[in-house]
């Protein structure tokens, strides 16, 4: 069966893979459109498997808000370089695969993959396997969290950073503006200091005995501090101890637009301002590639084998 200029166009606007590998696939399925979509998705899971070795380091974080469902997702999906992040195609992958979480409520990444993705007839690793082809890049979904109820989010530099929070307050609150600034302002306090703790409720007697231990020995060595009183030094591990809730708990962090007020002082003086009552509850941050290894390319090596 012969084929055209236009069903080779066709076939690519309908994969998105590339023009030389949409015609070898039509001359393989002798002009035969679906066959060669069918071939070229064989193509994507070989082409997958055979990139799933290399390093996924780079990519984005991505936030979506489900307006009907009223749930909130942030997802990190990994590409091996951040040009690759950058295209559009990669970026609608992203909120594809953010919607299915909304949709799906899927238990974990592996749970995921299987599920349809939304806007599509397909599972979600098919169409991760489609774009490795189309694109070039391994790509893989790292991680995600899923939130019902009302949640701000922000997302810094394009995707490098990505922060979800949960707030627990009435709907007619949370369309306000007032809260959508407020929401937008705490978000960017978490991308900007790195909390890691809601407040100090959180932190496990565990963590704080550590800590305690761990400023005792800093004073016991201070030849300044060493002789001071029993008391005196509790006094002064209390006082370090509030530092450090102020330098890991959001909630006692100094707000950064206004130092002279906490995180938790600001949230109850809109909440003051509204009338209402708003309690954050939950928060997540996820940094672009945090704690993977990064690929280091040595660029008179690629030189090299592009020139064998």
Request: hydrophobic content about 40%; proline content about 2%.
């Amino acid at each position: 069966m012969a084929f055209t200029a236009k069903d080779v166009q066709l076939l690519r606007e309908k994969t998105g893979v590339g023009m030389m590998d949409c015609k070898k696939a039509l001359t393989e399925a002798d002009g035969d459109m679906d066959k060669a979509i069918d071939i070229l998705r064989e193509k994507g899971l070989a082409a997958a498997t055979k990139k799933a070795g290399r390093i996924a380091a780079e990519g984005a974080v991505y936030a979506y808000y489900d307006e009907d469902e009223k749930v909130g997702v942030i997802v990190e999906v990994n590409s091996e370089t951040d040009f690759v992040a950058k295209n559009s195609e990669f970026q609608n992958l992203c909120a594809d695969v953010a919607k299915t979480i909304a949709v799906e409520n899927p238990a974990d990444v592996e749970a995921l993959l299987t599920k349809t993705m939304a806007g599509s007839d397909r599972t979600v690793q098919d169409n991760i396997n489609d774009k490795i082809l189309s694109i070039g890049e391994n790509m893989k979904v790292r991680r995600f969290e899923r939130v019902p109820g009302v949640v701000s989010t922000y997302i810094h530099m394009g995707g490098s950073v990505g922060v979800m929070i949960a707030f627990d307050t009435d709907e007619a609150t949370a369309a306000k503006a007032e809260f959508l600034e407020m929401g937008k302002n705490v978000a960017m306090q978490i991308a900007a200091m790195s909390p890691q703790y809601l407040s100090d409720k959180d932190i496990s007697d565990e963590v704080l005995a550590k800590e305690k231990d761990i400023l005792l020995v800093q004073i016991k060595e201070d030849p300044k501090m060493a002789s001071k009183p029993e008391k005196v030094i509790e006094g002064i591990i209390a006082g370090r101890i509030g530092k450090f809730f102020e330098e890991v708990c959001l909630l006692k962090q100094p707000y950064v637009k206004d130092d002279s007020i906490k995180v938790e002082q600001y949230i109850e003086s809109v909440a003051k301002e509204l009338g209402a009552s708003i309690q954050a509850t939950a928060f997540f941050r996820f940094a672009k590639g945090e704690g993977l290894e990064k690929r280091e390319d040595n660029f008179a090596d690629e030189i090299a084998k592009m020139v064998q």
